[in-house]
Structure formats: C-alpha cells, structure tokens
C-alpha cells in the first residue's frame, strides 16, 4: 500500500483548486501542491514558484512553508496558456523534486458572440408529434433544437479552443465528433445572476477545408421543471432555451478567426422530442439525421436562428468541477416485470441514466423505460416517491440491426429499470453521473456492515453532487438544500475534494440572501422563497468557514464574511432578547427525528450561538479585530440566554432531546461546571432508547463525536453497530445500497413509509461518515489549526472492531492511520505528510508501554491516553491493549 518515494516532492497540483482548469478568468488564482517524502522530520523549506507563457517566464516566486500560493505577476492575458513548475527544497535545505502544471485562462469576458435560440415564428421542419402518448407534462415541453453552422478554414489552425454556454444545456460536436466528455454543460447555478461557461480544446477535431459546428440544445434547469415547482422553470428563468459560443482559432503565423454564434447560424429539431431533468427524455430514431453536424450535410431547409443580443454579463469562468460519467453499471439480473416487460437490476441505487443496446426491434418500435429505486410488494417498480418526476425515457426504433439509445439530458435516481415494448435481446448498462470530483478518502475497517455504510455514504456522494449538492435525485425536488449540505460537507471532504465545487455553490448562496440579510434554503433560490430555516440559512455561515478550515480556503471566508455577518446581524435585529423565535422559516427542527420533537427554539438558539461564533472566528482569521470582539461578545450573550432560557439547574435541556444535548456540548452552549452533568443527560437518554438514536438531519452527524469527546466512544460504537430501528445499519440489514432519506424508509412491518416524501438516496443521515475517518481513525486536526497543519490522530479501538484504516489526502499531502488490535496488543501504522509535525494519542495511560519506531516523542500522560509527537514520514506505534473487541452479536432486526 505504500510506495517508496525517496525525495521530497510536490504532486496533485492544482490552480484555484481545480487540476488543469481550462477557461480560467480568476485575475489572481491561487496555486496549490500537495508534497509526499519518505524521509522522518522532512519538510519543505523552501519553494520556488516560475510561471511562463510560450516558454518566456512570466512571474517567479520564492517562499519557505507553505503550499498554496495565489499569483502575483504581470496581468494574465486572456486564451493564454500558463505552465507553471514548482520546486522545492527539503528539511536540510537540499534541492528535491519538482513538479508541473499548466492552467489556460479564457475569454476574460472578450465575448463578441451572440445569444441565438430557435426562431419560434420559423416554420419548424417537422411535424407536429402525436399526443397520444405523451403525459399532461411531457406535453408542455418543446423538443430541444439541432443548431449547426458551416465555416471554411484556409489551414489547420495550431491552438482551437471553443469557449460556450447555454441558457439551458447545450452539447457541443464539430465534424460529427462529441466535443469533450463533460455532461449537463453548462450545470445550474442562480442564472438570474451567473452562468459558467467552458472552454473546450478542439484542435484534433478540425480540418482544413470545410468545418461543421453542431449544436443540441435543450431546456435543463433552465427552462424544464425543476424542484417540486407544477411549472415549467422558464417562469423563473426564460421561456426556451439559448446558447453561445465562441470558437477560437489560432494559425501559427500568429493571425486568428472566431467563428461566434450569429444569425448564420441554423436550428431544427432532431430526434429528441423532448428532454427534461425530471420527466425523461423521448428519442425518435426515425427522426436523425445522419451527418447533420458534418460537412456535406444539406441545411438549406432548416430555419434561421433568433439573435437575442450580445449581453454577456452574467457568463462567469466554470470554478467547479465537470459533471460527467464515472462508471458504468451492468444490470445483474432481469425479471419478468408483473405489468409486462422487463425489469432489469443494476444491483445499486444510482444516478445517471442508462444505455440501452437491442437488437433487431423492428422501425417504429416504441421501447418506454421507466425508472425507480425500489420495487413494490408486487415486484412493480415503486415509482410513488418520485412524485411529479416522470423519470420515464422513450425511445422509438429506427429499424437498424443493434440500436444504442442513451439520454442526453435526463438524470435520474434508480436501481430498477422497467423496459416495455421490447422483448427482444437487449443489454441494460447504467451510466452513473457526478459533479466528477477527485475521491481523496480512504476507509475500510473489520466489520463488513461499517464498510456497506461506508460505501452507501460513497453513492450518497456521487448521486447528490451533481452540479450544485441535492438534498435528493430522484423525484420532483432535487435541490439544494442549505441544512443537507453544511451537515454532510465534513463527510463529503473526507472523501473527495470538495473545495472548489463548494465555493462555488456558495455564491449561489449568497445571490439567494434576502435584503433582510437572510440566507434561503435552498440555493440556487427556487421554489421557496422565504427566509432560511435554523440550521438551514446558518449554512452560509458553516460553509465557507469549513472550507477554509479544511483546506485553506481563506478567499472564500473574505468572500462570505459582509453575507455572514449580515444573517447573524438579522436573527439579532428580529430577536432582541438572543432567543431565536422570530424570522425562523419554515422552521423544520431537527428535521426527520424520530419520535422526539427537539423544541424549535433550542435548535434555532443553538444555531445562532454558533453562527455568532463562526463570524467572529472568521473575523479573527480576517484579521478583523472590531467585528471580531462585537461577534465574541454577541455569542457569548447568546450562550448565556440559552442557559438562563434553556438549562434547568439539573443540568436538563429543554424538550430532553438527544439532539438538544449535543447541540449544547458540541456548540459549547453551557457553562464549563455544567458538562459533565449535561453529557449525562445524553448518556441517560440513549439507555432509555436502549441504545438508539433519536436525532434527525441536525442532530445526527454530532452524536458520534459527541459521545467520543466526552469519553464515551464506547457508546458511539454502540450506535454504530446497532442494527435495529433507528440506526445506520438497519437499512443496511435492508439490503440498501444507499442512505435513505428516513430511517425507516422501509420496514419488514410496513413497508414503505410516506409515499410522497420517501427518497432512498438522500445523503444527510450519512454524516457520521466523519467520525469514521475522524473518530475510529483518527485522522484530525487541532482546534486552531487551518488545512490539517496541526495534525491529529486519535484513533479510537472499540466496537466490535478489530482493525480500521483510513487514508486522507489533506492540503499538505497524504495522512494514513492504520490500526489493529490483536493478541492484547494495540498497534498503529502512521504515514504523516511532510511539515506535518503531528499529535498522536495512544489509547493507553501508561506511557512506559508505548513502543515506537524512532521519530515518536512521548509527550505527555492525559485521561487514558498518552500524547506523543510524531514528525512526518511512517511509524508504527503499538502498546499494551486490554479491552477486547465487543462480541459480534447480531441483533434481528
Ligand atoms: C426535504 C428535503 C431536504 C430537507 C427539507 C427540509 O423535502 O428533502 O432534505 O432539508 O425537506
């Protein structure tokens, strides 16, 4: 598992958090590198940043620690390729390794295309389509538009990069080939104020002579249904759907030509009749054209295109990461569906959608396929919970021998696929899609049904981080939902790399503030239109100060921090008493809790003493020593009322609701003489449950930690082993491949529960996943520390857990804790990235007993552990281990 890596060298490297980003307009962007040495105690000293344009250096920058450095040279040009290296030194100050990157800046808003979209008053060249089996919904659609335009190059031109967005979702292919791999281009942002463009290298796909441009263009969430919305999205943003582009050509005698959309441009309508993110989409085969994005093709019958202006304000550089397809999912088994057709199994609850291969169906054939995550007590697929999601796709047979049929612009959330119309051979793959960003986390451990949940957490991820993070994929909401994201966001950057994808979703954050200085619940703004909800609207708050604590995001604090402010400064304004009871939403509570109901002014108390406490932290991390202390001062006020209004003189939390105790520790809401009587509150109420949970979306993701930090870790495993209803494994024992939006779900006893709001790839109750690295493995960081620079590990043994490891790629480089009990022994293997000086906390009082290798320093005896200090490179520490693991008892659930 570990390669020898002698040098100290920097890798992973990225420009404003993205690898290789194309199409860069950040002024300043931020270079980053990750380092990775074999040597004890190395580290870098010394870093020296060049950065050149056609081999002529551009700016040079040398400093000592430190991985993260924003440029600061001469202006970037626009459509310029960069290449920048850097190379560092070691410990001892020896030249090391040395790396390469290269970012492309893009149009710098140098726009000098047009808007075009379809000509409504054309004549459309095709027939109007029968209605006959089109749905109420599908029937308010328009078939997305096939836009092409010819151009003529004297010679191959030597840099071609096409710079595009739609006010919709377009694809892109010249000369019949599929400009790049990304999906949903240009992805969903607040479009009322922002939509991203991408640049595309296409050099490879042009030739001299004769060139095609195509273009498909559809509504997406744009103008198709979004959310739980009854009309089409275009009351929101627009009527129909419009794209822009802009190719950009480079000859090597240095002279240029773009080829823009303009009026030159032509549009008809191909074999999509049409394609929405929640309906599905219908495929007429009969209706392509071969070649019709090629040259030779004939076009003199297809209209001309509306030019809807050149008003280019709001198209912004894509800092997010591309949506695209990440696997491919064979069906595992197929069955006679009770209705007639076919359902076929993939075997995993996904997002994405499916291909579809048959043979010899016949001309005019008309295959539906419908989809859904679970199937009914008939066998049937139960399609209740999708609600108005149609989630249907259509496809009608050209007659050719093998048929392939994928959407392009449909997504949906599904385990079964229910074939009609076609019993012929035919294979069924899914296609998964996700936002695809880098996976950087690691877990495994002893217990197969831990590893099942830990891979259910993994689909949750993929499934809900599809251009913005989603609460759900499935049925008619899909949104993005303040509270899901900020209490999976620690769980979700275990995993993968979420810093860029997250930073940028908070500026549809922070277009969705009210001009009260209210954050919303869902971003981007649609749907509902009220104020943000305890918990919910404190994400604009929770967010950006995350980010800048995992990963040294402190642009995005300075970003954020007037919005931060401005909604802690409006629940004080509403709520002069610090008792937050005014200006509360919809209020949901601790959302989904189970037979419990959390006072809601608890809850939203507790929120507004952290968000208190956030503002004035990051104020502290700006440097910003007024509004610092008003924050300190404004949360501590805050604090103080929860006790007065909230904490008994027994040490009871209002309502007696695990989540009202892990609220007051976790924010530190109660006085220091009051914790430990608090805790054993919570230590009460989870005896009274018999070792179950009660939390709901809020209260969830802190029981784990909780219980860990006041030295119960014992009874946070407890929790995670527990089987039966309520608990992370039920649904596990359920056979689920996924997290579900409720705990029950499905039970044996009632089956489903709600039909309506029951979805089975919803990502919030998965938020333990961080205690899985943080809590069983260790891998933290301290309090004060900023992007793991002052390293933690605090595995902790327990459970029925025999050994656990985890693996992190932090901002300084890879971390692995890895550990075993056996034989009466604990042992550790470590890996520490360089710089990384780290603390690590042996599960043993007795520091006489701690065997290392060399390189670990014992520190200090504290409750049942012994802090040792452990430079970087690899050690493995072990000590006298007592405690055996908890007997295997399986619970029936
Ligand atoms: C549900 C959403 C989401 C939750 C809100 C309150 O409809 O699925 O997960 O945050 O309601």
């Known amino acids: 598992m570990i390669n020898i890596v002698a040098l100290l060298s920097p890798y992973d490297l990225t420009c404003e958090f993205l690898d290789r980003p194309r199409g860069m307009d950040e002024p300043a962007p931020r270079l980053a590198w990750r380092l990775r040495s074999d040597a004890h105690g190395d580290r870098q000293s010394a870093h020296r940043l060049t950065v050149r344009a056609a081999g002529r250096l551009v700016w040079e920058h040398e400093g000592t620690d430190g991985s993260q450095v924003a440029y600061n040279g001469p202006p970037l040009a626009p459509s310029t390729r960069y290449t920048w290296t850097v190379e560092v030194r070691d410990a001892w100050g020896s030249p090391a390794g040395s790396a390469e990157s290269w970012f492309e800046t893009g149009l710098m808003g140098g726009w000098s295309a047009a808007w075009i979209a379809r000509d409504e008053a054309a004549q459309p060249v095709f027939e109007p389509p029968a209605d006959d089996d089109l749905t109420l919904n599908t029937r308010k659609l328009t078939p997305p538009a096939q836009l092409r335009r010819a151009f003529d190059l004297p010679e191959l031109p030597v840099r071609a990069r096409l710079h595009a967005s739609a006010r919709g979702l377009y694809r892109f292919s010249l000369n019949g080939s599929r400009v790049g791999d990304a999906e949903l281009e240009p992805g969903w942002t607040d479009y009322r104020e922002r939509i991203r463009y991408q640049t595309h290298d296409v050099t490879a796909l042009l030739r001299a002579g004769r060139n095609v441009l195509g273009a498909l263009l559809a509504d ?26 802009q190719l950009e050509l480079e000859f090597a005698d240095g002279s240029r030509q773009v080829v823009a959309t303009d009026g030159d441009w032509r549009e008809a309508p191909g074999p999509l009749r049409h394609s929405d993110l929640l309906m599905g989409e219908y495929h007429d085969a009969r209706r392509r054209r071969e070649g019709w994005d090629a040259p030779g093709f004939d076009d003199s019958a297809w209209a001309p295109v509306a030019v809807l202006g050149r008003d280019t304000d709001e198209l912004v550089w894509s800092r997010s990461t591309p949506v695209r397809v990440v696997a491919d999912l064979p069906a595992l088994r197929s069955f006679p569906a009770p209705g007639g057709g076919t359902i076929f199994d993939l075997g995993q609850n996904m997002v994405g959608r499916v291909r579809l291969t048959v043979h010899g169906a016949g001309r005019g054939r008309r295959i539906q396929l419908r989809h859904a995550e679970m199937l009914a007590a008939d066998g049937s697929p139960h399609t209740a919970n999708l609600r108005r999601a149609e989630a ?8 050719d021998p093998v048929e392939v049929f994928e959407p392009a612009f449909t997504l949906h959330g599904f385990r ?3 074939v009609t119309g076609f019993e012929g051979r035919m294979e069924v793959t899914g296609r998964v899609l996700q936002s695809d960003l880098p996976w950087t986390g690691e877990f495994t451990c002893s217990d197969e049904l831990v590893n099942r949940l830990h891979e259910n957490i993994r689909w949750g991820q993929r499934g809900n981080f599809v251009s913005v993070p989603t609460d759900c994929p499935q ?11 900020q209490v999976f966001l620690p769980t979700a950057a275990r995993g993968a790399e979420m810093s860029a994808f997250m930073a940028d ?10 001009a009260e200085g209210a954050f919303p619940d869902v971003a981007p703004k649609v749907c509902l239109t009220r104020e943000g909800a305890p918990g919910w609207g404190d994400a604009g708050v929770i967010v950006p100060w995350t980010l800048y604590r995992l990963y040294g995001d402190r642009r995005v604090l300075a970003d954020c921090f007037p919005a931060m402010a401005r909604w802690v400064d409006q629940i004080e304004r509403h709520n002069p008493d610090l008792i937050w009871r005014r200006r509360t939403g919809r209020n949901y509570g601790d959302w989904l809790q189970v037979g419990v109901d959390t006072p809601r002014e608890v809850l939203a108390t507790a929120y507004f003493a952290q968000s208190a406490t956030l503002v004035g932290r990051a104020a502290r991390a700006l440097g910003l020593a007024g509004p610092a202390e008003r924050y300190e001062t404004l949360a501590a006020a805050i604090r103080a009322a929860f006790t007065a209004a909230f904490v008994g003189s027994d040490a009871r939390v209002h309502g007696d609701t695990q989540t009202g105790y892990l609220l007051a520790l976790e924010f530190a809401l109660v006085p220091a003489e009051l914790r430990e009587a608090v805790a054993a509150h919570l230590v009460r109420d989870l005896a009274k449950h018999d070792d179950h949970l009660t939390t709901g979306f809020i209260g969830v993701g802190l029981l784990c930690p909780v219980l860990t930090g006041i030295g119960r870790a014992d009874l946070a495993y407890r929790l995670l082993h527990q089987e039966s209803f309520p608990g992370w494994l039920f649904s596990v024992r359920h056979g689920a491949t996924t997290i579900w939006e409720r705990w029950d779900g499905w039970t044996p006893e009632r089956g489903f529960q709600s039909a309506t709001m029951n979805s089975f790839n919803h990502y919030s109750l998965g938020a333990v996943g961080d205690w899985l690295y943080g809590g069983v493995a260790g891998i933290g960081q301290e309090p004060d520390s900023v992007a793991y620079s002052g390293l933690t590990l605090c595995p902790h043994p327990g459970g029925r857990l025999t050994w656990a490891r985890a693996a992190q790629e932090t901002p300084r480089g890879r971390v692995e804790s890895a550990w075993s009990v056996a034989e009466g022994v604990f042992t550790l293997d470590l890996r520490i990235p360089p710089g990384a000086d780290a603390l690590v906390h042996v599960p043993t009082s007795d520091p006489e007993a701690v065997r290392s290798t060399a390189h670990v320093t014992v520190l200090e005896r504290r409750d049942r552990v012994t802090v040792c200090s452990v430079t970087s490179g690899q050690h493995r520490i072990s000590a006298p281990w007592a405690t055996a693991p908890a007997p295997y008892e399986r619970t029936t659930p």
Not at 392 to 399: E, L, N, S
Not at 475 to 485: I, K, P
């Open 416 to 418: 079964y696929v229910e």
């Open 475 to 485: 049925r008619d909401e899909r949104l993005g939902w303040l509270a899901d994201a």
């Open 505 to 514: 979703w908070m500026r549809d954050v922070l277009s969705g503030q009210d």
């Open 392 to 399: 249907t796709d259509v496809y009608v047979c050209a007659g």
């Open 220 to 245: 997406g969430w744009w103008s198709g249904f979004v959310g739980f919305d009854p009309r089409r999205a275009g009351k929101l943003y627009g009527d129909a759907p419009a794209l822009i582009a």
